[in-house]
């Protein structure tokens, strides 16, 4: 399933957001945030697409770089479920990260879906 579109939300006291409606049947079987290191947002793989990313890391070589670039993909890889409401978590380092506030938008980029502070995006979307 390709996740497209954009959608807005808010995230809870408890670090929730609701997957969006048109995206959740991606995630029964689960989902892994992690961050984007060049963007202040999270990202929300399936578990086919977190598969494939991991795939990828593994190849690279295990010269400083690549040992980094490992480094830097597991230490905010943490794995999630959907509750009975549809929402997900996002810890706190993740949210941090990306300094979301209660106000996001979701954005389908693919194979995976992006998580950001409502404010940011906007500031970004005008930019472009």
């Known amino acids: 399933m390709l996740l497209g579109g954009t959608e807005r939300c808010k995230m809870d006291e408890r670090g929730r957001f609701p997957i969006p409606a048109r995206f959740k049947d991606a995630f029964d079987l689960g989902a892994v945030l992690s961050r ?35 480094r830097d993909f597991w230490e905010f890889a943490f794995e999630q479920k959907k509750d009975g409401q549809n929402r997900i978590t996002i810890e706190p380092p993740l949210k941090d990260w990306a300094a979301l506030g ?4 979701v954005l389908g980029s693919g194979e995976y879906l992006e998580v950001w502070d409502a404010e940011e995006w906007e500031r970004r979307r005008e930019a472009r």
Do not use: H, M, W
Not at 37 to 58: G, K
Not at 102 to 105: C, Q
């Open 36 to 70: 984007r290191p060049n963007a202040p947002c999270v990202i929300v793989y399936t578990l086919d697409s977190f598969e494939r990313a991991r795939q990828d890391i593994e190849l690279l070589d295990e010269d400083e770089i690549g040992l980094e670039a490992r």
């Open 102 to 105: 209660k106000d996001l938008v």
